[in-house]
């Protein structure tokens, strides 16, 4: 059980344009997910943590215009990149929650955008 | 704010070698995770540490936390190939309800 699913698995796309990511809990209602960065060789980030129903929280530093993520159900998650460039380029991962706090999370296999 | 520090960063050992791989905290830690990531992966829950002087084994890795719980060691016996990875410890961030990560430590197995 607790299996978290992400899609796309990876993505290209051109610079301006907008790319959403979804992050699915299977098996389990999560009331708290979290979205996560993570460079090439580097540790994972957080950028922001997201209640179902209400609006994601943003780590300083994390542009909640650039990054919207919408937690509409206690199964769906959605992070969309707006007006992507080539530095938004990174491994996207997000996890789920049952709890409101950080308890257990259950980790997606992680996104990986490419701005071209 | 609580960070996590790992050392080393990185790590080459030779198959069937013993390695330890640490994890040290800033503040004292309320839940302790340890995760395996292949490059480009997501992350592989390995095990969960909460109580001082807890030890947990699983298969050929064995996790424990000191008792004055801000310190963290992952020991891997006998390694093999397919230990090799990026190993992270989280943590809950105390009060705030919020995870964190350490800065990870590469490791490769060579054959």
């Known amino acids: 059980g607790a299996v978290v699913s992400q899609h796309p698995s990876w993505v290209i796309c051109k610079s301006g344009t907008s790319v959403k990511i979804e992050c699915r809990s299977l098996d389990f209602q999560a009331t708290t997910m979290f979205w996560y960065r993570q460079f090439p060789k580097q540790s994972l980030m957080l950028m922001a943590t997201?209640?179902?129903?209400?609006?994601?929280?943003?780590e300083q530093g994390v542009e909640k215009d650039k990054f919207l993520i919408n937690h509409a159900s206690l199964t769906l998650s959605t992070l969309t990149v707006t007006s992507a460039h080539p530095e938004d380029s990174s491994f996207y991962i997000c996890?789920?929650?049952?709890?409101?706090?950080?308890?257990?999370?259950?980790f997606g296999p992680g996104t990986r955008l490419t701005v071209l | 704010s609580q960070e996590l520090e790992q050392s080393p960063q990185s790590l080459i050992v030779q198959e069937g070698k013993n390695l330890t791989i640490n994890c040290t905290s800033s503040?004292?830690?309320?839940?302790l995770y340890w995760y395996k990531q292949k490059y480009g992966e997501g992350l592989i829950f390995l095990m969960m540490?909460?109580?001082?002087?807890e030890e947990k084994s699983h298969e050929k890795i064995t996790a424990k936390l000191d008792e004055k719980k801000q310190q963290s060691s992952l020991h891997i016996t006998a390694s093999q190939p397919s230990h090799a990875g990026i190993y992270l410890c989280g943590a809950d961030s105390s009060g705030t309800y919020k995870y964190i990560f350490g800065t990870g430590t590469r490791l490769k197995v060579l054959a």
């Open positions: 503040k004292t830690l309320y839940g």
């Open positions: 996890s789920a929650s049952r709890a409101r706090r950080a308890d257990t999370q259950y």
């Open positions: 540490l909460q109580k001082g002087g």
């Open positions: 997201s209640n179902e129903g209400s609006k994601a929280t943003y």
